[in-house]
């Protein structure tokens, strides 16, 4: 949690993250950046007059955190960019500590970063995702001595240069399934501190499980480049109603290592779980002739074992882990993700009824692991050694070091429960030698690492079954019903797996699905996938085309199929005993230079939210299974139009969390249903209703003891057959301020909507309007597949007439003047 206290006029930032300091500020406004390289830093702080040479290359305003690649990561027509770019800004630097340091703390860039005062290099990085500082108290001090400084009037210049240019000797790999962003994607601060200050603060608390005994271990790490030799250290330990229960004073040399401070024990300790996620509070005062510098963090009690063979438990009792992943990614911005964007989306996941979370495939944000610790999600965080090998010296020490770094960032949050090794390390492609047993002694090499930095928590890796030996829990691939075989093969071959490995746990299963697309019959071409020959994911099986037949392949990516695969994943979760748990793949979509062909281009699409957080069909289907507040789902809100033939009864399905829910259709009660979640679909919550062309309004009803919760929607059934696509239909839907949205209909020569059309369409624009594009969602991107014979997206008119096209390949090409 970040604290800011208000002191002699100063903002005090009372981080928990590895910079603690008496003051910290955001350096969000007045920066610009340039996407491409310089010749040299020189280019980026000479005296340059408007218009002249020495003004080129032009440089852009922009605010952090931004990201090279907030656009082109999803632009249909090009590669995202891979390579250098400079940010510059002016520091008003006002240290008030005598001798004080000066630090500019990196919460995160990408991926490798060198950090410039005026024209001396102070710092570099490599490494897109692990938290750094740096140290510019002298080179200010220099260039404030120095005869440039009356140019800038006491101000000091700061360049940046970040680079996302691909390189095999670094990790990830160039071949991740997803980008390799670039920029200042995080935030960055200044940092104020005395000469002698808490770099890092190290809190171990363990319990018995049944929670009677509680210990606490406190070690630290102090900022020291003035050699002060002691200092009187002061810790308050409070608990989670903010009562002091231990204080603790002392007299330390200080050390250049990091040092044992103090133990103490905690009788009956108020645990953390999922369900209460209650948290104790560290506060440390640090006082030495170099002034005094505070510190603020937070810890909890929680025990937890995986069962060998058998499931998981937290605090002496079993919990089912159900879990989602999580990348760092956002419509619009990539990964600049700002900390409100955050908040909001890890909210959803916990709404969803999450108790878990698998951090996709890299250290996040630190605010990310402080709201699982508040709210109460248990975590699995990794580092990116994801495909294509392994490199040599200088990727392995990077390795070693991410791995160091994430650890001692972020082993202080209760929520952690297990470090990741790996991800897909059985995947080549990067060097000409792939050498299984180079890479199986280099994972053991990290795997001691892990527990020697941190005995309390457990080691895991997903996919590299040469390398399960190692860890302590592993997670092979099931993907049943979209990579391979049916979904329901799914309970099998988990069985198959918990007897396979001491400790399992299932990472990553789900289906794609196109936001908007919907079926009738969404099982129909799926009839030839052959079952019983494993469910795992295979070489060459995410491709659109070529291999065995498979739902990814050959499905039609409705959200009604990818609803009924996760029904059925979650019914039969249920019914496991000794299953730990599993994290479904994915929370949002997100952006992949590997996946052009998608229905929307360079998007992983198996997100139960869009890449801009709004909630498909699917986020419903786990709120049914896994939230405790009661709710109720019809299926279908963004399914405008159902068809079939007059009078056919089609289903109509809800899910609920609730014992028991009444349909109405126009009005007329269709009876109640009981829930029973072994009654597949949608835990019996299902009625068939006869439909005729026309309108239909659609209520549900339900109940839970004395509250009730509805829901409805609206439809019109098309019992008309379509013929031949032969024409657009496009027209004006919705306007707000200075924004129009535009929908497109493929129809045939009757103006019949094609309602299983899936043709990609383009949408161009002329005049002083903006196409709404490149979002990397259904309805904000130039080119997308149809969704049920329709497409739609948004223009900004900018108080200018525009003409927007829009083009299906083998049709006339429709146009709307707006």
């Known amino acids: 949690m970040i604290r800011y206290l208000l002191l002699s006029g100063f903002v005090i930032c009372l981080l928990s993250s ?382 070693r070091r991410m791995l160091t770094n994430m650890i001692q960032q972020h082993s202080n949050h209760p929520a952690v429960i297990l470090w990741g090794l790996g991800n897909e390390n059985d995947w080549p492609g990067d060097f000409p030698e792939f050498d299984k047993q180079q890479i199986h002694a280099f994972m053991s090499e990290l795997n001691t690492l892990a527990h020697t930095l941190d005995s309390t928590r457990k080691t895991t890796i997903r996919r590299c079954d040469f390398c399960k030996d190692i860890v302590d829990v592993y997670s092979p691939s099931i993907w049943a019903g979209w990579y391979r075989g049916r979904y329901t093969e799914y309970r099998e071959e988990t069985l198959k797996a918990i007897g396979d490995v001491p400790r399992f746990l299932h990472a990553e299963w789900g289906a794609d699905s196109h936001q908007g697309r919907h079926a009738e019959y969404p099982e129909a071409a799926l009839k030839k996938i052959t079952t019983g020959k494993g469910v795992d994911e295979r070489a060459g099986d995410f491709a659109l085309t070529g291999g065995t037949a498979r739902a990814s392949k050959d499905g039609d990516w409705s959200e009604t199929y990818a609803c009924n695969l996760i029904d059925w994943h979650l019914k039969e979760q249920e019914t496991l005993p000794r299953l730990t748990g599993s994290a479904y793949w994915i929370f949002k979509d997100f952006s992949t230079p590997l996946r052009p062909e998608n229905p929307v281009p360079y998007v992983n699409q198996k997100g139960v939210v869009g890449r801009d957080l709004v909630p498909k069909e699917s986020y419903y289907v786990f709120q049914s299974y896994w939230a405790t507040q009661p709710m109720v789902h019809i299926y279908g809100h963004t399914w405008p139009i159902r068809w079939g033939k007059e009078g056919e009864e089609k289903m109509i399905w809800v899910y609920s969390n609730c014992p028991e829910a009444e349909l109405f259709v126009n009005g007329k009660s269709y009876g109640v249903k009981k829930r029973n979640s072994q009654n597949f679909p949608a835990a019996g919550l299902r009625w068939q209703v006869p439909l005729h062309k026309g309108s239909y309004q659609v209520k549900a009803i339900a109940r839970k003891g004395k509250q009730t919760v509805t829901d409805s929607i609206s439809f019109t059934y098309q019992s008309d057959s379509w013929g031949k696509p032969a024409q657009l239909l496009i027209e004006k839907t919705a306007v707000h301020n200075d924004t129009v949205t535009v929908k497109v209909t493929l129809a045939d020569s009757r103006r019949v909507a094609c309602l299983d059309a899936r043709d990609y369409i383009s949408f161009s624009i002329a005049g002083g309007g903006t196409l709404i594009d490149d979002m990397g969602t259904s309805t904000g991107s130039r080119k997308v597949q149809l969704a049920n014979g329709q497409a739609q997206i948004s223009i900004r008119l900018n108080k200018e007439q525009s003409v927007v096209g829009a083009v299906v390949q083998g049709v006339p090409a429709a146009f709307i003047n707006l």
């Open 18 to 399: 590895s910079v603690q300091a008496q003051q910290s500020r955001r350096l969000t406004q007045s920066w610009e950046f340039l996407r491409e390289d310089l010749g040299s830093v020189w280019e980026a702080v000479r005296p340059a007059a408007a218009g002249s040479p020495e003004s080129v290359p032009l440089w852009e305003p922009v605010t952090l955190p931004h990201c090279f690649n907030a656009r082109d990561a999803v632009d249909p027509d090009v590669n995202y960019y891979e390579g250098p770019g400079w940010y510059r800004t002016m520091l008003d630097i006002k240290n008030p500590y005598a001798q004080g340091r000066t630090l500019l703390h990196f919460e995160g860039a990408g991926q490798k970063t060198d950090v410039y005062i005026y024209t001396t290099k102070v710092a570099r990085h490599t490494g897109g995702y692990d938290e750094w500082t740096a140290d510019i108290t002298e080179a200010v001090q220099q260039f404030l001595q120095s005869t440039d400084a009356k140019r800038f009037k006491g101000r000091v210049p700061l360049e940046i240069r970040c680079s996302n240019a691909r390189d095999v000797e670094m990790i990830p790999s160039g071949m991740s399934d997803f980008n390799l962003y670039g920029g200042l994607y995080r935030y960055v601060n200044i940092v104020y501190t005395p000469a002698l200050s808490v770099d890092k603060l190290f809190i171990q608390a363990q319990t018995d499980a049944q929670g009677k005994a509680g210990t606490v271990q406190l070690r630290a790490a102090f900022r020291n480049p003035l050699h002060t030799a002691s200092a009187t250290m002061e810790i308050d330990v409070l608990d989670p109603q903010q009562k002091t229960v231990q204080h603790w004073t002392q007299t330390i040399n200080i050390q250049d290592s990091i040092q044992a401070l103090t133990s103490f024990a905690i009788k009956k300790p108020l645990l953390w779980s999922p369900a209460q996620p209650r948290l104790y509070t560290v506060q440390a005062r640090l006082k030495s002739s170099a002034g005094e510098a505070l510190w603020t963090g937070h810890f909890g009690f929680r025990h937890f074992d995986f069962i060998t063979h058998g499931p998981f438990m937290l605090n002496g009792r079993r919990l089912l882990l159900q879990g989602t992943h999580r990348h760092e990614d956002g419509a619009g911005v990539a990964a600049a993700l700002t900390e409100d964007m955050i908040r909001r989306e890890m909210i959803m996941i916990k709404d969803m009824g999450a108790n878990f979370i698998r951090l996709a495939h890299y250290q996040q944000s630190h605010l990310v692991l402080e709201l699982c610790d508040s709210l109460g999600i248990l975590v699995w965080e990794e580092i990116p050694w994801c495909r294509g090998g392994l490199g040599g010296d200088a990727y392995k020490a990077q390795a």
